[in-house]
C-alpha cells in the first residue's frame, strides 16, 4: 500500500469517527427508546439488555395517555397547507419582481430586505392581537394563513435569485407567440423554477414541522397539539419525565424529516448551491 491509499484510508477513518461522534446523541437516544425506563440512564451501554416495544405502543391508541396519531395528522396538515402558501406567494411575489416592471418595484424590494432584519418577535404581539380580536386563536388559521401571504421574505428572496438566472430570451420568445404574463409564469418560470420551488417547500416544512414557539402561541387546546407540543407533555413542572416515551416519540417525529431530505435532497443542493443564490 502505497503513501496515497494510506493517507486516503486515514482521512476515511477520521471522518467515520467524526460522524459518529455527531450521530452518537441520536444513536443513543434511539436505543433507549427500546430500553425500559429503569435501565436508560442505570447503563452506560448504548446496547439495550431488554428490548421493549412500551414507548411506542404507548403513544397511539384510544386508551394512550397522550394520543400521537391526531398530533402526527395535525403536523401534516398544517406543513403541508404552510408549504402550498409558501410556494404560491413567493413564486408570484418572486416573478413579479424579477420579471414585471412597476414604478415601486425599487421600493417594495428596499423593503423586503428590510423586513429580512426584523426579529419574528417585533410582529408577534401584534399579530397575536390581530389573530384574537377575529377569533382565530386556538384554530389552525393563524400557522396556515400568513404564509399565503408572503411572509416569509428569504423564500421570495431565493425567488427572484433564482427567476434572474432565467435568460430573458425564453421570455421574449414566448410573449411574440402571444404568451400573456400569466401563461409565461405558468407556463415557463414555474417549470424551470423547480429546484428552487423544492428547496423552498423542505425549507418551509421542516421550519413549520420543527416549530414550537409559534405553535404554543396559538394552540391552547391540547385536542389540537401538534408533535412539537406533544412532546414538551412528557416533561412535567415537578421533573418527572417519561423519557422512554419522550424519546420513541422524537425519533418517529424526525423520520418524516429525514425522508423527505433524502428524497429531494438533489434539489436541494441544485437549488442553493448553483441557482437559488445567483446574483
Given at each position: 500500500?502505497n503513501?496515497?491509499?494510506?493517507?486516503?484510508?486515514?482521512?476515511?477513518?477520521?471522518?467515520?469517527?467524526v460522524?459518529?461522534?455527531m450521530?452518537?446523541?441520536i444513536?443513543?437516544?434511539?436505543?433507549?427508546?427500546?430500553?425500559?425506563?429503569?435501565?436508560i440512564?442505570?447503563?452506560s451501554?448504548?446496547w439495550?439488555?431488554?428490548?421493549?416495544?412500551?414507548h411506542?405502543?404507548?403513544g397511539?391508541?384510544?386508551?394512550?395517555?397522550?394520543?400521537?396519531?391526531?398530533?402526527?395528522?395535525?403536523?401534516?396538515l398544517?406543513?403541508?397547507?404552510?408549504v402550498?402558501?409558501t410556494v404560491?406567494?413567493?413564486?408570484l411575489?418572486?416573478?413579479?419582481?424579477?420579471?414585471?416592471n412597476?414604478?415601486?418595484?425599487?421600493?417594495?424590494?428596499?423593503?423586503?430586505?428590510?423586513?429580512?432584519?426584523l426579529?419574528?418577535?417585533?410582529?408577534?404581539?401584534?399579530?397575536?392581537?390581530?389573530?384574537h380580536?377575529?377569533g382565530?386563536?386556538n384554530?389552525f388559521?393563524?400557522?396556515?394563513?400568513?404564509?399565503?401571504?408572503?411572509?416569509?421574505?428569504f423564500f421570495i428572496?431565493l425567488?427572484?435569485?433564482?427567476?434572474r438566472?432565467?435568460?430573458?430570451?425564453?421570455?421574449?420568445?414566448?410573449?411574440?407567440?402571444?404568451?400573456?404574463?400569466?401563461?409565461l409564469?405558468?407556463?415557463?418560470?414555474l417549470?424551470?423554477?423547480?429546484?428552487?420551488?423544492v428547496?423552498?417547500s423542505?425549507?418551509?416544512?421542516?421550519?413549520?414541522w420543527?416549530?414550537?414557539?409559534g405553535?404554543l402561541i396559538?394552540?391552547?387546546?391540547?385536542e389540537?397539539?401538534?408533535?412539537s407540543?406533544?412532546?414538551?407533555?412528557?416533561?412535567?413542572?415537578m421533573?418527572?419525565?417519561?423519557?422512554?416515551?419522550?424519546?420513541?416519540?422524537s425519533?418517529?417525529?424526525?423520520?418524516?424529516?429525514f425522508?423527505?431530505?433524502?428524497i429531494?435532497?438533489r434539489?436541494?443542493?441544485?437549488?442553493?448551491?448553483t441557482?437559488?443564490?445567483?446574483?
Amino acid at each position: 500500500m502505497n503513501g496515497k491509499s494510506m493517507r486516503k484510508g486515514l482521512r476515511h477513518l477520521m471522518l467515520i469517527a467524526v460522524s459518529f461522534i455527531m450521530l452518537y446523541p441520536i444513536l443513543w437516544m434511539f436505543f433507549s427508546s427500546f430500553k425500559p425506563d429503569t435501565e436508560i440512564f442505570s447503563t452506560s451501554s448504548l446496547w439495550p439488555e431488554t428490548w421493549t416495544l412500551e414507548h411506542y405502543l404507548s403513544g397511539f391508541g384510544s386508551d394512550a395517555p397522550m394520543n400521537f396519531g391526531p398530533m402526527f395528522f395535525y403536523s401534516f396538515l398544517v406543513s403541508i397547507v404552510v408549504v402550498i402558501g409558501t410556494v404560491f406567494s413567493s413564486t408570484l411575489t418572486g416573478f413579479a419582481f424579477a420579471r414585471l416592471n412597476f414604478t415601486p418595484r425599487r421600493f417594495f424590494i428596499g423593503f423586503m430586505f428590510a423586513t429580512m432584519m426584523l426579529p419574528a418577535q417585533v410582529v408577534m404581539i401584534p399579530q397575536y392581537i390581530i389573530f384574537h380580536k377575529v377569533g382565530w386563536v386556538n384554530t389552525f388559521i393563524p400557522l396556515m394563513l400568513p404564509s399565503f401571504l408572503g411572509t416569509v421574505p428569504f423564500f421570495i428572496y431565493l425567488m427572484v435569485q433564482f427567476v434572474r438566472g432565467i435568460p430573458k430570451e425564453l421570455d421574449e420568445a414566448a410573449l411574440i407567440d402571444g404568451c400573456s404574463k400569466w401563461r409565461l409564469y405558468r407556463s415557463v418560470i414555474l417549470p424551470l423554477s423547480q429546484p428552487a420551488i423544492v428547496t423552498m417547500s423542505i425549507f418551509a416544512f421542516y421550519w413549520t414541522w420543527n416549530d414550537f414557539f409559534g405553535q404554543l402561541i396559538y394552540l391552547s387546546n391540547p385536542e389540537l397539539y401538534t408533535v412539537s407540543l406533544g412532546l414538551s407533555m412528557f416533561m412535567t413542572n415537578m421533573g418527572e419525565t417519561q423519557w422512554g416515551n419522550l424519546f420513541a416519540m422524537s425519533i418517529l417525529s424526525v423520520i418524516p424529516v429525514f425522508l423527505i431530505f433524502l428524497i429531494f435532497q438533489r434539489y436541494l443542493v441544485e437549488g442553493i448551491a448553483t441557482h437559488g443564490l445567483k446574483g
